[in-house]
């Protein structure tokens, strides 16, 4: 099991990447300790893959402050918060990489299509995650072997990402509380088959904090975040606070 535990602000063994305007990131810890160095070199190695830099203006939805390559930046700096584990780092760096193979422009119910402002169209990206885990399936095992990275860990962190997601909007459609718990038993079981519950539940988290000022929902995702992986709070307690939106 990962360790949970958000990673101590005063912690000397916490990564951050600070990115400038070209893309790049900059070390802002010692460059004397080459472990960090390493990581900071793999993160920006598959930053700025193409597959990934297509997400540039790829504009998501009035829920998402970022187009999809920003996001994907952001994402990565929220995971950090978390964990150092540089496997589920490159995840989130490959997370939506199935976003611009399958974006279509989002539309309003009379068929114009939905901007964020003229000539910025918001997008739909269905099975995204499921199309981005066989895109990291297919790409060049040397990439993952050179920093001896766990390429199928990946793929399948890529692939589950959205699963946590897909629960949750069972669990706030549920008519009562027992079709709100069997939605999460389902959610739950789901998570146990990856075999990655908590490195899934992370990846979720970072993911909706990574939609910026978009991110109306963090106190009921947390609490199903802490519920799911430490048994903290209660069902109930989710599932007032679902009632209340």
């Known amino acids: 099991m990962m360790e949970n535990k958000k990673v101590n602000e005063n912690n000397t063994d916490k990564i951050r990447y600070k990115f400038k305007s070209d893309i790049q990131s900059e070390e802002i810890y010692s460059k ?5 160095t390493k990581r900071d070199q793999i993160i920006n190695e598959f930053l700025n893959l193409k597959e990934i830099r297509k997400g540039i ?25 978390y964990t150092n584990d540089i496997n589920m780092l490159v995840a989130g760096c490959l997370h939506d990489i199935g976003k611009p193979i399958v ?3 989002k539309l309003n119910p009379d068929g114009t299509i939905q901007e964020k402002e003229p000539g910025k169209p918001y997008h739909t990206f269905d099975d995204h995650e499921k199309v981005g885990e066989q895109i990291v399936r297919e790409m060049n095992p040397e990439l993952f072997k050179r920093y001896g990275l766990d390429q199928e860990k990946i793929a399948k962190l890529v692939g589950s990402h959205y699963l946590p997601m897909k629960g949750i909007k069972a669990m ?20 146990e088959q990856t075999g990655l519950k908590d490195e899934v539940m992370l990846m979720f988290l970072a993911d909706k904090l990574a939609q910026g000022k978009g991110c109306t929902d963090k106190e009921e995702l947390m609490m199903i975040r802490d519920f799911i992986t430490e048994r903290k709070g209660s069902l109930e307690e989710i599932y007032n606070i679902q009632r209340k939106k």
């Open 32 to 36: 004397s300790n080459s472990q960090y």
């Open 57 to 81: 203006d790829i504009w998501q939805n009035e829920f998402h402050e970022y187009d999809v390559y920003d996001h994907t930046k952001h994402f990565v700096i929220e995971l950090q918060h």
């Open 103 to 105: 974006a279509k422009p």
């Open 172 to 191: 706030r459609k549920a008519k009562d509380f027992e079709e709100f718990k069997s939605a999460f038993e389902k959610l739950e079981k789901d998570l």
